[in-house]
């Protein structure tokens, strides 16, 4: 609801300062007082396009603050805490326009763009006149109005996630029917790769081990050579075994030698016995070497096969083993691009097939819900003396899914015999669509989201019993709600709750100035004598006006 509003420098007002409240309340003043100021003021706050004539003469800004309470709008309230503007029951819109025709907007004092302003305003306040800012000429609010009157809401919503829910898987197919073929050749890659690797089979700290392994095999060819070496030096003729053998035979050839050649002779002997030993144990360590040299050839070849699928990979041999880990997850958790499409294709049929059972449902109770929308409208247009119009909804069948279910929902009105019936946006005359809006707003008053309604000078071209009609509707209107109506009508004007005056005075200092105030009781019975078109000051007229106002 809207509870204040501030305006200051804004065409002719100087500084404008009210205080709202719920109900109806009508606004009336002499023709070109600038009753219509005020609602292009609220227009500004609530996001209409401005330029630099919007700001007073002589001034270098226009100001227009409006405050709202939000303590029963809990879509509101969402909306604000998704958008990171959310102050607490209360809601501020301002606009600043400078004399250059720049112009700022904000939210709870936070600088916003002009779409967020027109977003919030549209679920805040809904102006019927010959302005822009005018809900009941967009589709979505026909729609919107129909589910609430048919109680349809939460069967829409879920239409709306069902469609989600398709939308989503359609757009996943089509990627990846897109991404299929490489899809595929990733699959074929990862698991040629896998394979090679489990083929592979590298050990954590095989590396390593091998590495040592083969440095140390490799070494082992000095030792060889020397090994060898030895052994022929013992093994040639005339070699050390011979030499020794004949130096013992020498010895033990004498029949009687003294104890020291016995002494050397038994050394001699002892070194024959050590050096055969010694021959034995080279010639055991030479065969264990053939063996070594084909282990030598195994562990090269193991390191041969590790470096090669480490360098196809682009990465250090170290880092094989992890490697082939991440790979072998990733192609454990994917699937062939064939048989995700056969996945997804799947999905895509069982999450259309949700969504075409709950639009049709949604469509069938449409159906139902326009035809007793269109005959409460109807009802409501006859009493303000709209009797040859005809209201319908024009429900027609989309080609394909949307999120608001199957069908377009248009609202259309036919103002006389013969005539076909039109959208609410051809509709020629101002004073008309104020007239069905308004028969359209007091039918779905009860679950109606917008808090505030507006009706700029919706007694057009009216008068009389009708114009009694009127009043009375708007009354019932306001009953349910906030209602601000601009109006020439006493009969409107008797029915409202609260009544705002307009007036103009003008001086060669300050110029043309617009004022706006609340009447009292005795102001307003002299205001709505006014109105009838009698003499204010006369005790008929005051009489009449008073008699009227009871009545209301």
């Known amino acids: 609801m809207l509870t204040h509003l501030l305006i200051k420098d804004f065409t002719l007002v100087d500084k404008l300062d009210l205080e709202l409240e719920c109900g109806l309340t009508a606004i009336t003043g002499e023709t070109g007082a600038g009753k219509s100021i005020m609602l292009d003021a609220l227009g500004l706050a609530l996001g209409d396009r401005t330029d630099a004539d919007k700001v007073r003469a002589g001034k270098k800004k226009a100001e227009i603050q409006a405050s709202f309470d939000i303590t029963k709008l809990p879509y509101v309230k969402k909306w604000l805490d998704e958008n990171a503007l959310l102050d607490g029951d209360d809601c501020i819109l301002r606009r600043?326009?400078?004399?250059?025709?720049?112009?700022?907007?904000?939210?709870?004092?936070?600088?916003?763009?002009?779409?967020?302003?027109?977003?919030?305003?549209?679920?805040?306040?809904?102006?019927?006149s010959q302005h822009e800012h005018q809900s009941l000429l967009n589709t979505n609010t026909h729609r919107r109005l129909l589910d609430a009157f048919g109680g349809l809401s939460t069967l829409a919503k879920q239409v709306k996630d069902a469609y989600q829910k398709w939308h989503c898987v359609h757009y996943k197919l089509n990627e990846l029917r897109s991404e299929s073929a490489d899809l595929n050749a990733r699959f074929q890659l990862l698991r040629y790769q896998v394979e090679e690797m489990d083929q592979l089979a590298l050990e954590p700290g095989e590396l390593d081990a091998l590495e040592t392994e083969q440095r140390a095999l490799a070494n082992a060819d000095t030792i060889n050579r020397a090994a060898s070496n030895v052994v022929s030096l013992c093994n040639q003729d005339q070699g050390l075994e011979d030499q020794l053998n004949y130096a013992v035979h020498q010895l033990t050839s004498l029949k009687e030698k003294p104890d020291a050649l016995c002494e050397a002779e038994s050394m001699l002997s002892n070194a024959l016995i050590q050096l055969q030993e010694a021959r034995g144990e080279l010639d055991r360590y030479i065969d264990r070497q053939e063996q070594d040299e084909s282990r030598l050839v195994e562990v090269e070849e193991r390191l041969n096969a590790i470096y090669d699928i480490a360098r196809k990979h682009r990465i250090a041999p170290e880092e094989l083993v992890e490697h082939h880990q991440r790979l072998a997850e990733e192609l454990s958790g994917m699937q062939s691009g064939d048989e995700q499409l056969e996945h997804l294709e799947h999905q895509l049929e069982e999450s259309r097939a949700g969504y075409d059972q709950l639009a049709i449902q949604l469509s069938e109770q449409r159906q139902f819900a326009a035809a007793r929308l269109a005959k409460a409208v109807n009802g409501k247009l006859t009493q303000l003396a709209m009797t040859h119009a005809k209201f319908s909804l024009d429900l027609q069948q989309g080609s394909a899914p949307a999120a608001h279910g199957n069908e377009v929902v248009e609202m259309l009105i036919s103002t006389n015999p013969g005539q076909p019936a039109k959208p609410l946006a051809k509709v020629a005359s101002g004073g008309e669509l104020s007239r069905v809006s308004l028969a359209i707003q007091v039918v779905t008053a009860q679950t109606s989201t917008t808090p505030t309604l507006v009706f700029d000078e919706v007694d057009v071209g009216i008068g009389g019993t009708t114009g009694d009609e009127v009043g009375r509707l708007l009354r019932e209107l306001g009953a349910n709600g906030q209602v601000l109506c601009v109006t020439h009508l006493a009969q409107v004007a008797s029915r409202g709750h609260h009544h705002l005056h307009v007036s103009k005075t003008a001086s060669s200092k300050t110029g043309a100035v617009s004022q706006v105030r609340p009447l009292t009781m005795e102001e307003k019975i002299c205001e709505v004598a006014r109105m009838m078109g009698g003499n204010a000051d006369s005790k008929r007229s005051l009489a009449h006006a008073k008699e009227m106002l009871a009545t209301a």
């Open 96 to 128: 600043i326009v400078t004399h250059e025709g720049r112009s700022r907007a904000f939210i709870n004092g936070q600088t916003v763009t002009l779409g967020q302003l027109r977003t919030l305003g549209d679920m805040l306040i809904d102006i019927h």
